[in-house]
């Protein structure tokens, strides 16, 4: 197959139609150049599917006086087009990060055209995914047709994400920064919180967490432990000292032992530059990373995940504000699942124990509308700034009495009124 022809954005978004179905890179990865050139042609457009998930910068096809061109199929829901899918302009497909590339594997999503973001190619012809692997190497498979931002600034990875030019069918070419996460300052309750997880962390314990200040101030509390190894949906800037200290360095994993595992990265400029070129960080397929039974033969996988609200019998839900939604799924079963099936493993749910208003996060009953993420038979560890505590093997009645002393000392009087009239105390 000859070489793909090096187009502007918007000859290489042209052959686009009407009906057609788009995917759109994950997260940094978003090509942002080919976004704006499609999202430009909203007036001679009509019904366009933009199917992903978490995208960072800008979703111009999101937008109200878009509405009749585009309609966003997201499988994780980011803040660019939050607005878009609870005003109904958009919709959420729920699903389990490990199962997302499935959709298009199987064809259940059937990709007219996927909008990539590449490194530039090497002199064999192969470019890389770079930091965003998850479903996107599904959709190279599976799309009718392929465009890609060739971007300098892409950090060339190591793993499933290399593929020819010959895969794609149109290149553009943008020196575009990615987007940077800034890690958010560890205040006061995060530090508490992440103080209480270090101390269930062991030695040898595979990782899994994402990006925030909860996480990064459990990593911060984990200077003195040994040998940790990662195997994570998301790798953020939160390791880079851990690794630089020797504190990570994955001799104990029995997945890819000496090396880690992600499958998307998210961070600043730092954390990119560490990941070009670095056969120590292997970027592969979300349906691999995330797989129960893959996560599991790791030893200790510690998983560290949030929530939004918890209720007094442990029903976690992390995807919506009641009816309202705000993120997705992702892959928190996925690894909650895998870290109880792991010898010594601990699924952990962190969380601060009332909201920025002061509201409660642990609740007689989820609020109205509000979906379970994580059901109460596979919580098990619960981390708030006020201690931790092990649902595994409790009854009803025992969870919410320890639940109730995690929650906001102002809001735990409520909590035991609202148990008896349960009957749960």
């Not at 919506?320 to 993120?327: A, K, Q």
């Amino acid at each position: 197959m000859p070489s793909p022809t090096v187009v502007s954005p918007a000859q290489a978004v042209a052959h686009i139609q009407s009906g057609d179905t788009v995917f759109v890179h994950t997260a940094v990865a978003a090509p942002q150049r080919l976004v704006q050139a499609l999202s430009a042609r909203k007036d001679e457009l009509r019904k366009v599917r933009m199917v992903h998930l978490h995208t960072e910068g800008e979703a111009p096809y999101a937008a109200e006086d878009a509405s009749e061109a585009f309609e966003v199929s997201a499988l994780f829901i980011g803040p660019n087009v939050r607005k878009a899918i609870n005003q109904g302009r958009g919709s959420y497909i729920p699903v389990f990060l490990s199962e997302a590339p499935k959709l298009f594997r199987e064809g259940v999503i059937k990709v007219d055209t996927a909008l990539l973001s590449v490194s530039p190619p090497d002199k064999h012809g192969y470019c890389s995914l770079g930091v965003s692997i998850d479903t996107a190497l599904a959709v190279v498979e599976t799309a009718r047709c392929v465009v890609a931002q060739i971007n300098p600034q892409m950090p060339r990875t190591h793993g499933d994400g290399i593929i020819h030019v010959s895969q794609i069918h149109a290149f553009c070419e943008g020196d575009d920064p990615l987007p940077e996460m800034a890690s958010p300052p560890i205040d006061a309750t995060s530090r508490a919180i992440g103080e209480h997880v270090a101390t269930l962390v062991e030695d040898g314990a595979t990782l899994q967490m994402g990006i925030g200040a909860i996480p990064n101030a459990v990593l911060a509390c984990l200077g003195n432990h040994k040998n940790l190894g990662v195997h994570t949906e998301m790798f953020s800037d939160g390791v880079l000292p851990l690794i630089e200290s020797g504190v990570i360095n994955n001799s104990q994993k029995e997945i890819f032992t000496g090396q880690m595992v992600a499958t998307f990265a998210m961070g600043t400029r730092k954390l990119y530059d560490y990941l070009d070129d670095n056969p120590g960080v292997m970027m592969l397929d979300a349906a691999f990373v995330n797989r129960t039974h893959i996560i599991q033969k790791n030893p200790k996988v510690t998983a560290i995940n949030s929530a939004i609200q918890i209720d007094l019998t442990g029903q976690v839900c992390a995807d919506s504000i009641g009816s309202r939604m705000y993120s997705g799924v992702g892959g928190q079963m996925d690894f909650i699942r895998g870290a109880s099936l792991s010898k010594g493993g601990k699924p952990i749910i962190a969380l601060p124990s009332v909201t920025g208003k002061g509201i409660s996060r642990i609740v007689p009953v989820l609020n109205p509308g509000a979906g379970v993420v994580t059901t109460r038979a596979h919580v098990q560890f619960v981390a708030t700034e006020h201690g931790w505590t092990n649902l595994y093997g409790l009854s009803l009645r025992e969870r919410a009495k320890t639940l109730i002393g995690l929650a906001h000392p102002a809001h735990r009087e409520s909590l035991m009124e609202e148990a008896r009239k349960m009957n749960l105390m």
